[in-house]
């Protein structure tokens, strides 16, 4: 069909730019690669059902009592997200962090070790304890503002590109459990669980935290920790 497009073009060819008479662009045996992609439909493809396996540490935030807080102060809540977004994007940028995702007001992180990731989060935390925020939310969670959870795993996961936006997505059970163990974590802490809390223990004084347990090893959703 290309081919006979192109024949048939000729006859109007003193009208019409001489790009469109050159053949070196196209595949007339397949798809169309317009000059300049950078790859071709296959690769697309190949790019699209390839996954790699890697070691990162994953980590999910969450705003405590949002849907509460988005009923009452709609207004303030708009105000507040824009300086928690702020906060999050900052402190991601300055601690190595890669944006995976946003989901409502939560965000999915990943880093390339936990003590990046550990860094990240107890700067956000200690942040978003000096902040003044606006209007009422400065008085939500007993005059604390708002307050954030956060869920750290380091581990294996499967890293996905896609191949459109060309950013990355991470699945897997490493994942599954950080975005789970964000659910135990108390407002304003980070949960971790115990092999990523080994990680991170030698630099934990350092970053003028304490690493305390939770309790009794407990199973959430089918996954120990």
């Known amino acids: 069909a290309l081919e006979t497009l192109l024949n048939n073009l000729h006859e ?25 992609c950078l790859h071709s439909p296959k690769d697309e493809i190949d790019l ?35 300086i928690h977004n702020d906060i999050m994007r900052q402190q991601a ?5 890669y944006e995976v995702k946003t989901i409502g007001d ?13 860094r990240f989060g107890i700067n956000v935390q200690d942040i978003f304890s000096r902040t003044s925020w606006p209007g ?3 008085d939500l ?25 060309r950013r990355h997505d ?5 994942v599954n459990k950080a975005a789970r163990i964000e ?15 080994k990680l991170v223990s030698p630099v934990v004084a350092e970053l003028s935290a304490i690493l305390s347990p939770l309790g009794e090893p407990r199973e959430v959703k089918g996954i120990a920790y």
């Open 106 to 118: 939560a965000f999915m992180l990943a880093f390339e070790g936990a003590v990046h990731a550990c």
């Open 48 to 82: 699209m059902i390839g996954t790699e396996e890697v070691e990162v540490a994953i980590l999910f935030t969450d705003i405590v009592s949002s849907t509460y807080s988005w009923e009452l102060f709609p207004n303030g809540m708009r105000m507040a997200l824009k």
């Open 170 to 174: 991470y699945l897997g059970q490493c």
């Open 12 to 36: 109007y060819r003193p009208y019409l730019p001489e790009a469109l008479f050159t053949t070196d662009h196209l595949h007339l045996s397949g798809a169309v690669q317009a000059p300049g």
């Open 136 to 138: 009422p939310i400065a």
């Open 93 to 97: 940028s300055l601690c190595c962090g």
């Open 183 to 197: 659910g135990c974590c108390l407002p304003g802490c980070i949960a971790l669980d115990s092999e990523t809390a």
């Open 141 to 165: 969670n007993n005059g604390s503002g708002l307050l954030i959870r956060i869920g750290l795993v380091y581990g294996n996961c499967r890293r996905e590109t896609n191949p459109t936006t």
